[in-house]
């Protein structure tokens, strides 16, 4: 009798090791199924598709976005548009929102985003930048018909500054502060680069900030109508909004654009690049290498400025991996 127990005890020890062992190998065998790996780590998904966020269609982000979109898409196989918006602001507000994966927008409004100041009431926590791309030039749109040749002749006049989210309000609001006044002193109007063109044009405003590379499309069709003017500012103002802002950088209007007959000088801060922190490294690494190794298929004039030695240059944020990965391969560094 015992030997029988004890025969039946070792058949029931050999098999319940064997179905363990076919639970643990089928267990395993799941996993790599599910993860495309041994060790348990979890495989990176390519999106089949991805939203590159832009800003209205008479400015420098939506074209730009247009051929960036292109290029993804021939050299990495995904699926990308670009998307018109109310450009950096809201930009960064839709990515926190899970509503688009790439997004244009200015340093000073990705910087304002992270750290949840200014038009942001809370921090936006899932951007990484992919790279900085080129000057992004304020410019004081006028005609020669309105008699504003400074920025102190915009008091008490029509004016937009920018679309509702666009980062364009917020250089506007400084600009104006270093000069003595504020939206108050001025009719502001909250209108997209093409709606303010088109009011300059029919007379319903009387000047624009513009905040965007030159030449700007919007800008360009005023001035096939139209003697533009772009308002200047003085040295001394340069200086002060530098020292209290430090993500301006002195610019200029250069002579000939919009027909202008010499240069005019103005401030910049810069257009980058940035994606949602949870794509994944190789994604990016992937997006960023075929934007900088194909800029020549750019065909706005301001792909000529974006250069991959400059890219790390005052991004502001941190660097999303995959970029930071190709870029650490080119050795390029932020200066």
């Given amino acids: 009798m015992k030997k029988k127990t004890f025969l ?5 020890v050999v098999v319940m090791s064997m179905i363990l062992a076919a639970c643990g190998s089928s267990t395993k065998e799941e996993e790599e199924t599910t993860t495309g790996t041994s ?3 979890k495989a990176e998904e390519k999106p089949k598709f991805i939203s590159i966020l832009t800003g209205g269609t008479g400015g420098t982000y939506y074209p730009l976005g247009g051929s960036f979109a292109k290029i993804i898409k021939d050299a990495t196989g995904i699926e990308a548009n670009a998307e018109t918006s109310g450009a950096s ?5 839709t990515l926190k929102n899970g509503d688009g994966e790439i997004a244009f927008t200015q340093t000073d409004i990705a910087a304002y985003a992270v750290e949840g100041k200014l038009m942001f009431k809370e921090k936006v926590g899932n951007i990484k930048a992919i790279a900085t791309l080129y000057p992004e030039t304020i410019q004081i749109v006028t005609t020669k018909k309105s008699g504003i ?3 102190a002749d915009l008091k008490g006049k029509k004016v937009s500054v920018g679309a509702p989210g666009s980062g364009t309000a917020a250089n506007a609001e400084q600009i104006l502060e270093v000069h003595g006044l504020s939206f108050n002193d001025i009719q502001k109007q909250d209108l997209s680069f093409d709606e303010s063109t088109q009011g300059i044009q029919d007379g319903t405003i009387d000047a624009a900030f513009v905040t965007a590379g030159t030449p700007t499309g919007a800008v360009e069709s005023l001035s096939a109508t139209e003697n533009v003017v772009i308002v200047p ?12 802002y430090p993500y301006y950088i002195k610019d200029e209007v250069p002579s000939g654009t919009y027909g202008l007959s010499s240069v005019v000088s103005t401030v910049a801060v810069q257009a980058m690049l940035v994606a949602r922190s949870d794509l994944s490294e190789q994604v990016v690494y992937d997006i960023t290498k075929a934007i900088f190794e194909n800029l020549d298929k750019v065909t706005h004039a301001k792909g000529k400025l974006i250069k991959v030695e400059n ?4 991004v502001g944020i941190d660097v999303h991996p995959g970029a930071k990965k190709y870029f650490d391969e080119k050795g390029v560094k932020a200066e």
Avoid: R, T, V, Y
């Avoid at 039946?8 to 029931?12: A, Q």
């Avoid at 500012?233 to 209290?244: C, S, V």
């Fill in 311 to 314: 890219a790390l240059n005052g």
């Fill in 89 to 93: 602001a809201e930009n960064m507000n």
């Fill in 39 to 41: 060790g348990g780590e």
């Fill in 149 to 151: 040749k400074s920025i």
């Fill in 8 to 12: 039946l005890s070792m058949i029931f």
């Fill in 233 to 244: 500012i003085a040295q001394d103002k340069i200086d002060e909004l530098i020292k209290k």
